[in-house]
T-cell receptor, first 111, second 109 residues
Framework: NAGVTQTPKFRVLKTGQSMTLLCAQD?????MYWYRQDPGMGLRLIHY???????AKGEVPDGYNVSRLKKQNFLLGLESAAPSQTSVYFC??????????FGPGTRLTVL | QKEVEQDPGPLSVPEGAIVSLNCTYS??????FMWYRQYSRKGPELLMY????GNKEDGRFTAQVDKSSKYISLFIRDSQPSDSATYLC?????????FGAGTRLTVKP
């Protein structure tokens, strides 16, 4: 039982490049979330999904897109990376609206 | 003003001390309050959660919620060096989860 896993662990992009972050969970959770964590700002919700095929915007959605084609996977895409998107990205999942379990994070640097 | 305010510290205590970590929140709508522990370069780990006022105890940890003053606390008894981490408080209402910025705690042997 791996819980929540994230791929990749680290990535460096140049401004304007695109990439996709993958989150996978094996707990059969319906709800999945993407957060970013920046110094002094805490964790901020980017997008979330309440089930396969659904997505919704969180607190800071601009510049990101998401997809939930399979229940166990939640993808976060950056179409044209900007230096302001340099951050640590965390995925989380939960059973309904109960407290969430987090993955280990992806450290992204945009030059 | 952030919805959940948390003193960032850093907080440094000797081993065995009682630690008090505190947060205030502004939005009265909530389902749960949570405390997460985050070790350096790791993901947040759920420590405790509560959905009512009063105290909830789990081993050396006690979570306390005072809805009248919009204040939540985490107490750590007999603190250990392994408790050194950043502690995040969070408020959850349906899918809306808001975090404090975290308090960095160091417990010195």
């Amino acid at each position: 039982n791996a819980g929540v896993t994230q791929t990749p662990k680290f990535r460096v992009l140049k401004t304007g490049q695109s990439m996709t972050l993958l989150c996978a969970q094996d707990m059969n959770h319906e709800y999945m979330y993407w957060y970013r964590q920046d110094p002094g700002m805490g964790l901020r919700l980017i997008h979330y999904s309440v089930g396969e095929g659904t997505t919704a915007k969180g607190e800071v959605p601009d510049g990101y897109n998401v997809s939930r084609l399979k229940k166990q996977n939640f993808l976060l895409g950056l179409e044209s990376a900007a230096p302001s998107q340099t951050s640590v990205y965390f995925c989380a999942s939960s059973y309904s609206t109960r407290p969430q379990f987090f993955g280990p994070g992806t450290r992204l640097t945009v030059l | 003003q952030k919805e959940v305010e948390q003193d960032p510290g850093p907080l440094s205590v000797p081993e065995g001390a009682i630690v008090s970590l505190n947060c205030t929140y502004s939005n009265s709508a909530f389902q749960y309050f949570m405390w997460y522990r985050q070790y350096s370069r790791k993901g947040p780990e759920l420590l405790m959660y509560t959905y009512s006022s009063g105290n909830k105890e789990d081993g050396r940890f006690t979570a306390q919620v005072d809805k009248s003053s919009k204040y939540i606390s985490l107490f750590i008894r007999d603190s250990q060096p392994s408790d050194s981490a950043t502690y995040l408080c969070a408020r959850m209402n349906n899918n809306d989860m808001r975090f404090g910025a975290g308090t960095r705690l160091t417990v010195k042997p």
